[in-house]
């Protein structure tokens, strides 16, 4: 068998019928379809492996970007040496590319995929199982009133899942106290909830609203200030009881979080398929995590086909507490033959050889608009 790299291909695809509201992302504009990227690397002797991409605003801007980076740099390679292409991508990245952080994540995974189909095991397993299910919570978008995320809170207990976490609107100090508020109201005292501003306080406003949410008995705060604003976190972190989560968005794992753990910028950070670098990154982050008895908590990747990957790594690793989904869970998924296998807030792995469950071509297809 042959394992060398002979082809790349990046699909650019926009999903239509995905609406999703300015509102909802905090955004000044609507969103007419969902763009994402398709990433499909074929060897010498014909097999082949795929991975949904993010793509931001623009598949095509992405797409020519991953493409015109990853194709020589990756053609030729065997894809088992994925510890010796991350190694030697990192200095390839540095020198002329400097992708975005979520450009090296699909490349990642297709070549874990590659190595796990040809050793017939699900993907959790390739990389050895620490469990066979997880806990899942869901992420609210933005939404317009207190009590539109109440209402979505209770759906969300009612559904099975095992907690709920705001992304406030993040305008009004005093309306996303009340948002926190009428959603601890809403699902009693001992559900699980988390908070999640997305960076938008200074860090006295982030003080006092984490007081508050520790007397509303949340879970953790996560982004309460931007990911690089190192020093105020660690303040934060010091002078508040309930958690700090972050890192999401800090470019080059796992080497940019090593400070941000070893002198507790925050109390638990983030990785995950789509931002960190691929599986490979997920680890690395993890293992490094874990080391210092912090959890490494996996950030969802919003496409379902890459949620599944989260689900996998989740599944190897022992400092994750929960997988996580974006709400209303309808509006994302598509992408997979079949639904994520959750029910009643479990997510239960599949037993099939690499993700266990088939990408929907048909789909992807439709959505194609160009081909690199």
């Known amino acids: 068998m042959d394992m060398r790299i002979a082809q790349i291909e990046v699909r650019c695809c926009r999903h239509k019928a995905v609406q999703l509201a300015a509102e909802s992302l905090r955004e000044s504009a609507e969103q007419t379809g969902l763009e994402f990227l398709v990433v499909t690397l074929t060897t010498r002797d014909g097999t082949r492996a795929s991975s949904f991409g993010f793509a931001g605003r623009s598949a095509r801007g992405s797409g020519e970007l991953a493409a015109?980076?990853?194709?020589?740099?990756?053609?030729?390679?065997?894809?088992?040496?994925?510890?010796?292409?991350?190694?030697?991508?990192?200095?390839?990245?540095?020198?002329?590319?400097?992708?975005?952080?979520?450009?090296?994540?699909?490349?990642?995974?297709?070549?874990?995929?590659?190595?796990?189909?040809?050793?017939?095991?699900?993907?959790?397993?390739?990389?050895?199982?620490?469990?066979?299910?997880?806990?899942?919570?869901?992420?609210?978008?933005?939404?317009?009133?207190?009590?539109?995320?109440?209402?979505?809170?209770?759906?969300?207990?009612?559904?099975?899942?095992?907690?709920?976490?705001?992304?406030?609107?993040?305008?009004?100090?005093?309306?996303?106290?009340?948002?926190?508020?009428?959603?601890?109201?809403?699902?009693?005292?001992?559900?699980?909830?988390?908070?999640?501003?997305?960076?938008?306080?200074?860090?006295?406003?982030?003080?006092?609203?984490?007081?508050?949410?520790?007397?509303?008995?949340?879970l953790w705060l996560e982004e309460p200030l931007f990911d690089e604003n190192i020093h105020s976190l660690r303040e934060l972190s010091r002078v508040l009881d309930i958690p700090i989560v972050g890192t999401e968005v800090i470019a080059k794992h796992p080497y940019s979080v090593a400070e941000c753990i070893s002198t507790r910028v925050v109390d638990r950070v983030r990785a995950d398929v789509s931002w960190t670098g691929g599986i490979t990154g997920v680890l690395k982050t993890a293992t490094l995590a874990e080391a210092f008895g912090v959890n490494c908590e996996i950030h969802t990747s919003i496409l379902h086909p890459l949620e599944l990957v989260n689900l996998h790594c989740a599944a190897a690793v022992s400092n994750c507490s929960y997988f996580e989904l974006l709400t209303p869970v309808q509006t994302f998924a598509f992408g997979l033959v079949e639904p994520l296998p959750v029910a009643d807030g479990i997510a239960t792995l599949p037993n099939g050889p690499g993700l266990g469950i088939d990408l929907d071509w048909d789909l992807i297809d439709d959505c194609t608009f160009k081909i690199l």
């Open 68 to 218: 015109a980076a990853m194709r020589p740099f990756l053609t030729g390679r065997d894809y088992r040496d994925r510890e010796g292409i991350w190694q030697a991508f990192r200095t390839e990245d540095r020198w002329w590319n400097l992708l975005p952080i979520y450009s090296y994540g699909p490349f990642d995974i297709a070549l874990w995929l590659l190595a796990a189909q040809a050793a017939d095991q699900p993907l959790y397993k390739f990389i050895g199982a620490c469990r066979d299910t997880v806990p899942t919570y869901c992420s609210s978008l933005v939404l317009p009133t207190p009590q539109a995320y109440a209402a979505e809170a209770v759906a969300v207990k009612g559904e099975g899942y095992k907690a709920y976490k705001v992304h406030p609107r993040g305008q009004d100090f005093g309306e996303d106290l009340a948002i926190h508020r009428s959603v601890r109201d809403a699902v009693g005292p001992d559900f699980t909830l988390m908070s999640d501003p997305v960076g938008c306080f200074n860090l006295e406003d982030a003080i006092r609203f984490g007081r508050e949410l520790e007397h509303m008995n949340y």
